[in-house]
T-cell receptor, first 117, second 111 residues
């Protein structure tokens, strides 16, 4: 089975801190994604990556950046955490090449609940 | 992106079939219909997807209306472990390079 591992289940940080959320997948997937999930708003895409060292903005990239130095690892960075970034963060990966996107299946980690105080 | 409409919540009895509806009246000819579900305290997981024909797998069945303006996810025999939020998603593989989740239907299973 595909495993997507997020480094922390719960994280508490202070306003202004730099925060790193790490995600690792063990199935050699090309594609990786970061979503956040908030009550009443559902899942919203922050950033995604279809290859090493490449990234694309999702629907809500403001206040975030990402890093993909290795294929298996996709990091989400909050340069200066703010209270409105308190949320559940979900990482996902998929194998499907871009020319077979109709069959793409996302595999998610269990999430990191981040609280910014 | 084409939009989907799902009920906010549904209830069903354990060991009975569950039919989860999804309306997508503005679906285009190239939109695929995907379903995911999110169990409590977990990330979403893929359930099933299809284009025009009905689809079956070990988890569920997907029934797609002939005009494709609606679809139904069918759980043949619900268990308590099927209590989750179910998301119906449209995706045009030629246009959409990402999967967009809506708010889904929260399914409650009654013992």
């Amino acid at each position: 089975d595909v495993k997507v591992t997020q480094s922390s289940r719960y994280l508490v940080k202070r306003t202004g801190e730099k925060v790193f959320l790490e995600c690792v997948q063990d199935m050699d997937h090309e594609n990786m994604f970061w979503y956040r999930q908030d009550p009443g708003l559902g899942l919203r895409l922050i950033y995604f990556s279809y290859d090493v060292k490449m990234k694309e903005k999702g629907d809500i990239p403001e206040g975030y950046s990402v890093s993909r130095e290795k294929k298996e690892r996709f990091s989400l960075i909050l340069e200066s955490a703010s209270t409105n970034q308190t949320s559940m963060y979900l990482c996902a990966s998929s194998l499907t090449p871009r020319d077979r996107r109709e069959d793409e299946k996302l595999f998610f980690g269990s999430g990191t609940q981040l609280s910014v105080l | 992106d084409a939009k989907t409409t799902q009920p906010n919540s549904m209830e069903s009895n354990e060991e009975e079939p569950v039919h989860l509806p999804c309306n997508h009246s503005t679906i285009s000819g190239t939109d695929y219909i995907h379903w995911y579900r999110q169990l409590p305290s977990q990330g979403p997981e893929y359930v099933i997807h299809g284009l025009t024909s009905n689809v079956n797998n070990r988890m569920a069945s997907l029934a797609i209306a002939e005009d494709r303006k609606s679809s139904t996810l069918i759980l043949h025999r619900a268990t308590l472990r099927d209590a989750a939020v179910y998301y119906c998603i449209l995706r045009d593989p030629g246009l959409d390079d990402k999967i967009i989740f809506g708010k889904g239907t929260r399914l409650h299973i009654l013992p």
